[in-house]
């Protein structure tokens, strides 16, 4: 025969497991969530003023539309994979809870090279203007932390960009802090476009809430074609001559269809960044 007492604790611990199941579906639907916002490119990335770049779409999967709406990427294409395989090495998991400290000379030159499976990409940071910015890709690439990520995001059709930075693979990775917008008013960014060769920040601002400002993580986007954007996204550097061609390598290679889970049109080619590293001159 079961006690009082023997019920009694039966009944909690039943409570208590409901509640942990409660919890549990929460982070799983919090996750799904976060997977859409992050899978259109703005954090990536999503349908803002006409093109894909903070939030596709709203709980009740009505899609917002801020303009004339565009497909994030053209018919998958079937080219053969101009990349090489990828180093020997694991992503790092780890993440911080506060942006780093400035450790960064915002007069000095700054490159960050990424030496991917396609080849080695050269960007010079704007250091003065997205001072933020680029201390926080000299914290995380001294730690390894882009080091075997996947770029995991190609648009070719209304916008034109690679996406990279996420060591998941998948849209939904950070660092674990955020840092604030910055030179949002790069005289490089005349007339609602983000001219080839730009290197800027994904977020999850959404120009129609005027929600998301300062949601900048570790993820980044490089321009490979003249995009038509709004001046919402950080640009802090620009890609050099011999890395422009590699970004058309890959672009030429076309994209994979929509990935079911995240909406991720991945690149065909096998981008994978083996090395990043930042260097002051």
């Given amino acids: 025969?079961?006690?009082?007492?023997?019920?009694?604790?039966?009944?909690?611990?039943?409570?208590?497991?409901?509640?942990?199941?409660?919890?549990?579906?929460?982070?799983?639907?919090?996750?799904?969530?976060?997977?859409?916002?992050?899978?259109?490119?703005?954090?990536?990335?999503?349908?803002?003023v006409s093109v894909y770049l903070t939030k596709p779409f709203e709980d009740d999967g009505k899609k917002e539309n801020?303009?004339?709406?565009?497909?994030?990427?053209?018919s998958p294409s079937k080219a053969a994979d101009p990349c090489e395989k990828p180093a020997a090495g694991k992503v790092k998991s780890e993440t911080?809870?506060?942006?780093?400290?400035?450790?960064?000379?915002?007069?000095?030159?700054?490159?960050?090279?990424?030496?991917?499976?396609?080849?080695?990409?050269?960007?010079a940071l704007k250091a003065s203007a997205a001072p933020h910015t680029v201390n926080s890709f000299n914290f995380l690439?001294?730690?390894?932390?882009?080091?075997?990520?996947?770029?995991?995001?190609?648009?070719?059709?209304?916008?034109?960009?690679?996406?990279?930075?996420?060591?998941?693979?998948?849209?939904?990775?950070?660092?674990?802090?955020?840092?604030?917008?910055?030179?949002?008013?790069?005289?490089?960014l005349k007339g609602g476009v983000y001219p080839a060769g730009t290197v800027a920040m994904a977020n999850q601002y959404n120009a129609q809430t005027k929600q998301g400002r300062d949601s900048g993580g570790s993820q980044f986007f490089l321009v490979y074609q003249d995009s038509q954007l709004p001046p919402d996204y950080t640009p802090f550097g620009t890609v050099s001559e011999a890395g422009m061609k590699v970004l058309k390598k890959i672009a030429d290679a076309g994209a994979q269809a929509p990935d079911p889970q995240t909406g991720n049109t991945a690149p065909n080619a096998t981008v994978v960044i083996n090395k990043a590293t930042v260097t002051k001159s």
């Fill in 141 to 188: 690439a001294g730690k390894g932390y882009f080091d075997h990520s996947k770029c995991h995001r190609l648009t070719n059709q209304g916008i034109y960009v690679l996406q990279c930075g996420d060591p998941q693979g998948t849209g939904m990775g950070g660092p674990g802090y955020t840092i604030p917008d910055e030179n949002l008013k790069d005289k490089s």
């Fill in 1 to 48: 025969m079961v006690s009082q007492e023997q019920r009694r604790r039966q009944l909690a611990r039943e409570k208590y497991l409901r509640q942990q199941q409660r919890r549990t579906d929460a982070r799983r639907k919090a996750r799904i969530r976060n997977s859409v916002i992050a899978s259109v490119l703005g954090v990536v990335v999503v349908l803002s």
């Fill in 96 to 123: 911080w809870k506060k942006e780093p400290a400035m450790t960064i000379d915002e007069s000095a030159k700054y490159t960050m090279k990424l030496d991917t499976t396609c080849g080695e990409i050269d960007i």
């Fill in 66 to 74: 801020a303009g004339a709406e565009v497909t994030p990427s053209a």
